[in-house]
T-cell receptor, first 113, second 115 residues
Framework: DQQVKQNSPSLSVQEGRISILNCDYT??????FLWYKKYPAEGPTFLIS?????DKNEDGRFTVFLNKSAKHLSLHIVPSQPGDSAVYFC????????????FGTGTRLQVTL | DSGVTQTPKHLITATGQRVTLRCSPR?????VYWYQQSLDQGLQFLIQ???????AKGNILERFSAQQFPDLHSELNLSSLELGDSALYFC??????????????FGSGTRLTVV
């Protein structure tokens, strides 16, 4: 039962363009969402988060959008840089279970020159 | 370097054996979390400890156990290993009172291969 889904295993974007990574969830009890970035041979690194009471959160080049009615969130990276090439994981937490994150399977982003 | 140290980085062992994975959290962090990432899967939550006590449990097999010691390092024990236990095992830590919006800090993982 995959409660957090990232349906695109990979994405290729040119440097300077926008990268949009998508994530869908099925559990309506999820109230906190996070994005992690992972480079090879390293652990996931926290990138940005959003609470279910908001529909947008921005941090520099990274913006996360949340559409609760569609149970969908997306991560926008503008402009994309070669150093952004990594695997991006979407994760969610349900109310009252803040210690447990449910992760998607990840999207591999490649930013080309 | 995230500050969360996991050892060993790689481990190859035979089916039926027992292994211990070790995690040292960042200085000042009281919570330790263990996650398993099998091939092409997302990270699966196993268990959380807070200041030596079990705080939350996920889909952790009965063959697996964990503990957190007084110096706050944690060990994940995997026994009667099966081929399907081959995975990346990540440890993460967080400080007391930290809100989830800051995320956890993950270590670089232990890659376990069961042959």
């Amino acid at each position: 039962d995959q409660q957090v889904k990232q349906n695109s295993p990979s994405l290729s974007v040119q440097e300077g363009r926008i990268s949009i990574l998508n994530c869908d969830y099925t559990n309506s009890m999820f109230d906190y969402f996070l994005w992690y970035k992972k480079y090879p041979a390293e652990g996931p690194t926290f990138l940005i988060s959003i609470s279910s009471i908001k529909d947008k959160n921005e941090d520099g080049r990274f913006t996360v959008f949340l559409n609760k009615s569609a149970k969908h969130l997306s991560l926008h990276i503008v402009p994309s840089q070669p150093g952004d090439s990594a695997v991006y994981f979407c994760a969610a937490s349900a109310y009252g279970t803040a210690s447990k994150l449910t992760f998607g399977t990840g999207t591999r982003l490649q930013v080309t020159l | 370097d995230s500050g969360v140290t996991q050892t060993p980085k790689h481990l190859i062992t035979a089916t039926g054996q027992r292994v211990t994975l070790r995690c040292s959290p960042r200085s000042g962090d009281l919570s330790v979390y263990w996650y398993q990432q099998s091939l092409d899967q997302g990270l699966q939550f196993l268990i959380q400890y807070y200041n030596g006590e079990e705080r939350a449990k996920g889909n952790i097999l009965e063959r697996f156990s964990a503990q957190q010691f007084p110096d706050l390092h944690s060990e994940l024990n995997l026994s009667s290993l099966e081929l399907g236990d081959s995975a990346l095992y990540f440890c993460a830590s967080s400080p007391p009172g930290q809100r989830l919006n800051y995320g956890y800090t993950f270590g670089s993982g232990t890659r376990l291969t069961v042959v």
